[in-house]
């Protein structure tokens, strides 16, 4: 083996340094930035100071504390209602989407009657006609002006799940093979940007009274996230041998037993990283809580877009005290959980 | 204790046929193997009895009662899976412990029976250990240890021997038909492993292609083939085959082969009936012969009638020596003891133990006759025949 040259090492390690460089620096700024005072984080004097030189936690201060300066700002309120709020509803969605994901990746699992892959032009060819069909519906009920009211928003789901079955049941008439893919299907949810869903969601929450609450953000959060907790958590039970589940059911244990006492515990690796990614994402979000917030539960980061005064404008430092204690969550969680996120589990089950 | 009957039990996957009308009846305190290659429908028949699967068609009774619609929780049977399916994350007791905390049971009473069947396998030292920790004997004896806990009407059991080291599977091999005798419960056993099958099994049922070909005590099934594919399965190396043309001329009747040829002797020979019936059908017979029920001379033997034939290839074993002759246009593997030697290409001459012949129509595989005397049939030399 020859020795590579000395410039293509030390170019290679110089293009690391910039890579690593690039990624840590914006959190170095904001982690210093949380202790400068206000004059040195506002670019007010023209000079820029790479370290703090008077260290100080007034941007805490400020942030903590509902704001009482002689200038106006967009939120007054302090950061305390917001924190509680994207505690609430991030936690309150990851378990919703568990709940709801981790059943459906067990059915889906060891249950599915799908059979064969779904060919690309029946999976859109099927949801091209949905939309054909359910068009001149929209515009009806439009007409008769209920689609804004939560009967008219109920009777078009209803009729949307109606005629996507009728359009399933036809294409099966005509075409031999699969029709349909629930597990795609569900996989399907996250295929739209989340701005073409978000503006509906925000017309029919309003319609059903969910705006600016915290149950309507779960419901949103646990829908949103359920499709990535559906297939993370196929592929951990699908690693799951199935005899584990028969043995269990031999052995005495009804079906749900066999789930909640034997394929449950050993997935408990996968449950505990699906968790953690789908709080971050929740965590994280901000259109959505941006949407369907006002004034009683925006969450962090719909808090920190309002740090804006007629001072000076946005309030980097306050804003980076906050975003320095929004990281705290799911770094306190992923040390939590890490002893979990160690694969191999299921080593020793089974003898290949 | 339990009798269990499936009548006229089909089991389709999608287009393949996985079991088809299959006939069966297990008795109290019998140990049943189930013997067949790999994709018989071995498998699917113990899930079909256990209850992980439903029959398409055909009933299951257990004890008289149908159970086509009973959960499997609640047939009280229990399974030994080909792959054991320990839990991995709970500890040997807590495995073993499963099937009765799974019925409620105190868990006073689970200790001390846990503690008696473990004493009884001798696992008593590693309760507190995890699977993965165990070895492959270990393991499988923490399986049955899971079964035996819950003294179940019936103990099913899937090829559980296979994954073991060849010692050890000898070792267990024993140690099962022991336990079986001891508990003298019903043990459904499946294997593709023709000499477990005939040394544990009461009674044997060869499947092939999800039909049962022969249900029947090992003494039957080896000595008794029902057709080709049982005298193929059973027995190693398997049953030679040597196709034979039905001849009759000069009021005697003839099998030829391309090497040799066999006389029906005496018209009021069952044989010689069967054959003629089916004479203007049949024209073609199998004529089967068991490895070791041939032997070999190196000189041209003066007490029997022995046939010119060739050495193709020949595998010492050390107890005994599988050689391949070329017989005619078919090549025969024949056991010799160690001490004969042949060598490649060597000119032997064959002589078959006439009293275990096996006369199959070649067409439907079916056993017409097997000879139990050696002077019904004789050997004849290809130039005496037409």
């Given amino acids: 083996m020859t020795r590579r040259p000395t410039w293509q090492i030390v170019l290679r390690y110089a293009l690391v340094l910039i890579v690593v460089g690039l990624f840590t620096f914006p959190t170095y700024w904001m982690v210093t930035m949380a202790f400068k005072p206000k004059v040195e984080w506002s670019t007010a004097h023209g000079t820029i100071y790479w370290v703090p030189q008077n260290p100080t936690l007034e941007n805490f201060e400020t942030v903590l504390t509902e704001y009482r300066g002689k200038f106006f700002r967009a939120n007054q309120s302090s950061a305390l209602p917001s924190i509680r709020s994207s505690i609430i509803v991030s936690i309150g969605g990851t378990l919703f989407a568990l709940l709801i994901g981790t059943l459906a990746a067990y059915g889906l699992s060891r249950f599915s009657v799908d059979t064969g892959d779904l060919p690309w032009y029946i999976a859109l060819g099927r949801l091209a006609l949905l939309i054909l069909v359910l068009l001149p519906f929209m515009v009806l009920w439009a007409w008769l002006g209920i689609i804004r009211y939560w009967y008219g928003i109920l009777s078009f789901t209803l009729l949307g799940i109606g005629a996507d079955q009728l359009i399933g049941r036809l294409l099966a008439l005509y075409y031999r093979g699969p029709t349909g893919s629930l597990a795609f299907s569900i996989l399907q949810l996250r295929m739209f940007p989340p701005m073409a869903i978000v503006i509906p969601v925000m017309i029919m929450w309003s319609a059903f009274k969910l705006i600016d609450t915290w149950y309507g953000l779960v419901a949103v959060y646990g829908v949103v996230t359920f499709p990535f907790v559906v297939w993370l958590m196929k592929s951990f039970f699908d690693e799951i041998p199935r005899e584990l589940d028969e043995a269990a059911i031999v052995d005495g244990a009804s079906n749900w037993g066999a789930f909640f006492k034997v394929v449950l515990p050993l997935a408990k690796g996968g449950l505990a990283s699906t968790a953690l990614f789908v709080f971050i994402l929740n965590w994280s979000d901000f259109l959505i809580a941006l949407l369907l917030t006002t004034r009683d539960w925006p969450t962090i980061p719909v808090f920190l877009n309002s740090l804006v005064s007629s001072e000076i404008g946005a309030q980097h430092g306050p804003k980076a005290a906050l975003g320095l204690l929004a990281v705290i969550p799911p770094v306190v969680f992923g040390i939590l959980i890490q002893r979990y996120l160690v694969r191999g589990l299921t080593f020793g089950a089974i003898k290949r | ?386």
């Fill in chain 2, 1 to 386: 204790m339990a009798n269990i009957r499936l009548e006229n039990v089909s089991k389709r996957f999608g287009r393949v046929t996985a079991l088809q009308s299959v006939n069966l009846e297990i008795h109290h305190g019998e140990f049943f193997c189930v013997l067949g290659p790999p994709g018989a429908g071995k498998t699917t028949l113990l899930r079909l009895i256990v209850g992980l699967e439903k029959p398409d068609e055909g009933t299951i009774y257990i004890d008289g009662d149908p159970v086509n619609d009973v959960h499997p929780r609640d047939r009280d049977i229990a399974m030994i899976f080909q792959n054991l399916a320990l839990y991995p994350d709970k500890t040997v007791f807590d495995n073993i412990a499963f099937p009765l905390r799974e019925r409620k049971m105190a868990a006073e009473e689970i200790r001390a029976r846990v503690a008696q069947v473990a004493r009884m396998l001798h696992i008593e030292h590693l309760l507190e250990r995890k699977p993965g920790k165990l070895s492959g004997g270990e393991r499988q004896r923490v399986a049955i240890a899971r079964a035996l806990v819950r003294t179940p009407r019936a103990y099913l059991m899937d090829e559980p021997l296979a994954n073991l080291d060849a010692l050890l599977r000898l070792e267990m091999r024993i140690e099962l038909k022991r336990l079986q005798e001891q508990l003298n419960e019903t043990l459904v056993y499946v294997t593709s492993d023709q000499v477990e099958a005939m040394s544990m099994a009461d009674r044997i049922a060869v499947l092939y292609k999800g039909v049962v070909q022969q249900c029947d005590t090992p003494d039957n099934v080896y000595n008794l083939p029902a057709n080709r594919r049982v005298a193929t399965i059973v027995g190693s190396p398997p049953m030679n085959f040597l196709t034979c043309q039905v001849q009759r001329m000069d009021g005697q009747l003839h099998l030829v082969h391309s090497g040799f040829g066999f006389q029906v002797v005496g018209s009021d020979h069952p044989l010689w009936d069967c054959l003629c019936r089916a004479l203007p059908a049949v024209r073609e017979v199998l004529v089967g012969v068991r490895p070791e029920d041939i032997r070999l001379y190196p000189e041209r033997p003066t007490e029997v009638i022995a046939f010119p034939a060739r050495v193709a290839v020949s595998e010492p074993l050390g107890a005994e020596t599988i050689v391949d002759v070329q017989l005619g246009r078919d090549i025969i593997k024949v056991i010799t003891p160690p001490t004969q030697y042949f060598a490649e290409k060597q000119e032997v001459w064959v002589a078959f133990d006439m009293a275990k012949v096996h006369v199959m129509d070649a067409q439907t595989g079916e056993r017409i006759y097997t000879t139990g005397a050696p002077e019904q049939l004789q050997c004849i030399l290809p130039g005496t025949c037409a």
